[in-house]
């Protein structure tokens, strides 16, 4: 089979907390996609922005109805390859562990410390195991696009970072703050993986953009941060990362390198079960995410 293939950019957009919808797409239609791992968190909003195809799906579904533990991140990664994915940005809501990053600051995350517990982190599994690194764990292509829409928008970015992601739904406790910010983390949420790690199997290009909304419980300020401040930061933060998609899909649709992207063929050499010893099921509930090195 062919390790190369060609194909016009399709960007996915994963929207998290306060974004629910893109602004300026045309052809807007709201459409189920299945899943053989289940439902996705929502329909996902299929459109073209200036001539570019786009894809959205809201993380925590419309109104910010499903939990962080309760996603079914595979689901939504399955689904979104299914649509046509090949470049996906993930937008997330995240707090502060450092003073230099302040609630309104778009860090474009390049590094994750996953202390999730409670989730499913693969798509492969017994009858059909494989293997792929995460050593570099987002697509740093795909990042310097994202860099300079940013830039472009006028949106106050941080190029590199570390984003602690933590279970919840609660959040961390004053030691545990303290912990992270010893490790070195930057930032702390609670949904970029497994996320960016089912990204990764699926072949799809990620990057991760971490919207600031306040300093975690660390900061001595942080008991005089009142809900309502948060949400304002949160719902500015929303309209920043819209305006970042409208200045980022052009970019990414020029992007001539964008075919022999490393992310595009991480399955190449991961696959370690015997053709022979593979579940025939596991084969089939992986047509989208691993099709191109199962088929025929």
Known sequence: MNSRIAFAPVIGVLGGSGVYDIDGLSGKRWVKVDSPFGEPSDELLFGDLDGQRMVFLPRHGRGHRIPPSEINFRANVDALKRSGVTDLISVSAVGSLREELPPGTFVIVDQFVDRTFD?????????????????????????????????????????????????GPQFSTLAESELYRGWGCDVIGMTNMP??????????????????????????????????????????????????????????????????????????????????????????????????????
């Open 119 to 167: 989730r499913n982190k693969s798509f492969f599994g017994t009858g059909l195991v494989a293997h792929v690194s995460m050593a570099h764990p987002v697509c740093r292509r795909l990042g310097d696009h994202v860099e300079a829409a940013a830039r472009a928008a006028g949106i106050t970015v941080v190029r590199g970072g570390t984003y602690l992601v933590m279970e």
């Open 195 to 296: 996320e960016a790690k089912l990204a990764r199997e699926a072949e799809i290009c990620y990057t991760t953009v971490a919207m600031v909304t306040d300093f975690d419980c660390w900061h001595p300020g942080h008991d005089a941060v009142t809900v309502n401040q948060i949400i304002q930061v949160l719902l500015a933060n929303a309209d920043k990362a819209r305006s970042l998609v409208r200045h980022a899909a052009p970019m990414i649709a020029r992007d001539g390198s964008a075919t022999a992207c490393t992310c595009r063929h991480v399955l190449d050499h991961a696959l370690i079960t015997a053709p022979e010893a593979r579940d025939p099921g596991m084969i089939a509930r992986l047509d989208a995410v691993a099709g191109r090195v199962l088929g025929p």
